[in-house]
Nanobody, 126 residues
């Protein structure tokens, strides 16, 4: 069983930065992607970014390209999301997730992923 614990959320002014962390208590056998999703009030959950546990490949939603950077530290079983140039539109609960699917398409959909964290609130004030 894998437990994912996010941290690093908070309140920041527009234009500011935050770094989210997601620590996995254990590495699920066959786990391939680790990623971030977010859900704003009244909106559906959406994909933000993901990384292969190997660290070789990353993927981003269009709306965060150039602003967010995902990275991993396999020794710590931790994935990070560095978020720069934040805007009020980035306000949401951010969740990390991992799964053994090797399909980037499936992972980005965020459906039926094996493991989810409890979420961390990010609030960007204007």
């Amino acid at each position: 069983q894998v437990q994912l614990v996010e941290s690093g959320g908070g309140l920041v002014q527009a234009g500011g930065s935050l770094r989210l962390s997601c620590a996995a208590s254990g590495r699920a056998s066959g786990s391939y992607f680790m990623g971030w999703f977010r859900q704003a009030p009244g909106k559906e959950r959406e994909f933000v970014s993901c990384i292969e546990w190997s660290g070789r490949n990353t993927n981003y939603a269009e709306f965060v390209k150039g602003r967010f950077t995902i990275s991993s530290d396999n020794a710590k079983n931790t994935v990070y999301l560095q978020m720069n140039s934040l805007s009020p539109e980035d306000t949401a609960v951010y969740y990390c997730a991992t799964d053994n699917t090797r399909s980037l398409y499936s992972f980005r959909l965020g459906r039926n992923l094996n493991y989810w964290g409890q979420g961390t609130q990010v609030t960007v004030s204007s």
